[in-house]
């Protein structure tokens, strides 16, 4: 829901908006978020499982699950064409 509130100027006067990348952006970017928080969830508890140190994989994953939000949300703002 976050990254569609990067629409909310698209009414304005003179503003343009890409709405199929936007649109595909928007669906597709919490997805990839889900998924990359899935994946370093099965990594650590598979760490753990061996008795292995299991806080590098959480603290990583962390990590990108912020940086593919982030592009994601650069990418959406990227969409729209504000003028005037």
């Not at 994953?61 to 939000?69: A, D, I, N, S």
């Not at 592009?71 to 504000?82: E, P």
Request: with cysteine; hydrophobic share 60%; glycine share 14%.
């Amino acid at each position: 829901m976050l990254l569609a509130l990067g629409f909310g100027s698209c009414d304005a006067p003179g503003n343009r908006c890409n709405e199929g990348l936007g649109g595909t952006v928007v669906t597709l970017g919490p997805v990839l978020v889900a998924l990359v928080f899935l994946v370093a969830a099965v990594v650590c508890v598979l760490r753990l499982v061996r008795r292995r140190t299991a806080w590098p994989v959480a603290l990583l994953g962390l990590g990108l699950v912020v940086v593919v939000f982030l592009v994601a949300r650069l990418v959406v703002g990227g969409t729209v064409t504000i003028g005037i």
